[in-house]
């Protein structure tokens, strides 16, 4: 009977040490390490919400390729130049090869609520076109970035003048190319999107980073 018993607590421990072999190693959780970063405001613009459409021309056609533009530069110099449209530029994410199939024309819905594109006589420091689509419930903002600072991204605000709609959007733009954000205003009253009650703002932003 005790040989019996031996036997048995040795198979136990035996089974026991085999089992504790076998046991997997837990390795403990990778902790992904916070990236920290400072954002510092290079610059600020409010576009002039007085000067709408400088060229009092509210048939103008958004639709053709060349834009002539008249812009201060960051010497406060005037200079008038023709640039491509977003619409039609191969760089901008509103192209495509076919032009006529671009999200932009009066059958897609869209038209003209608010330009500044300078005139000889006045420049502006930020010209700027804004399509508004009412079926879509969509705001189109194009904005020629004139200036050149050191910095990561702009950041791009539409607002209300009331404040009651607040929409952000960035982008990281070359020196005198369009920087072109969507906004939803579905859920605003259209009666509100008034040329003279909506606001824009154009940050010039510098992200850096530490460890």
């Known amino acids: 009977m005790k040989s019996i018993i031996i036997c048995s607590i040795l ?55 060349i834009w002539n533009v008249n812009f201060l530069n960051y010497l406060g110099q005037p200079v008038q130049d023709d640039f491509t449209s977003p619409f039609w530029d191969a760089s901008q994410k509103y192209s495509h090869v076919d032009i006529t199939k671009v999200d932009m024309y009066p059958k897609d819905g869209w038209t003209l609520l608010k330009r500044d594109l300078g005139v000889k006589t006045s420049s502006i420091a930020y010209p700027y076109v804004v399509l508004y689509n009412p079926t879509r419930g969509l705001l189109r903002v194009c904005i020629m970035r004139t200036r050149q600072y050191s910095r990561s991204f702009e950041e791009t605000t539409v607002s209300l003048k009331d404040n009651s709609y607040v929409s952000k959007d960035t982008t990281a733009t070359p020196l005198f190319d369009w920087i072109v954000t969507q906004h939803n205003v579905s859920k605003i009253d259209k009666s509100k999107l008034k040329p003279s009650e909506i606001n824009l703002t154009v940050k010039e932003v510098l992200r850096t980073y530490s460890n």
């Not at 421990?13 to 959780?29: Q, V």
């Not at 459409?53 to 053709?64: A, E, M």
């Open 11 to 65: 198979i136990i421990i035996l089974f026991s040490c085999k089992t504790s072999e076998n046991k997997p190693e837990i390795t403990p959780l990778e902790v992904t390490p916070t990236i920290k970063f400072t954002d510092k405001l290079v610059a600020e613009y409010e576009i002039n919400v007085v000067r709408v459409d400088s060229s009092l021309n509210y048939n103008w056609d958004w639709t053709t390729r």
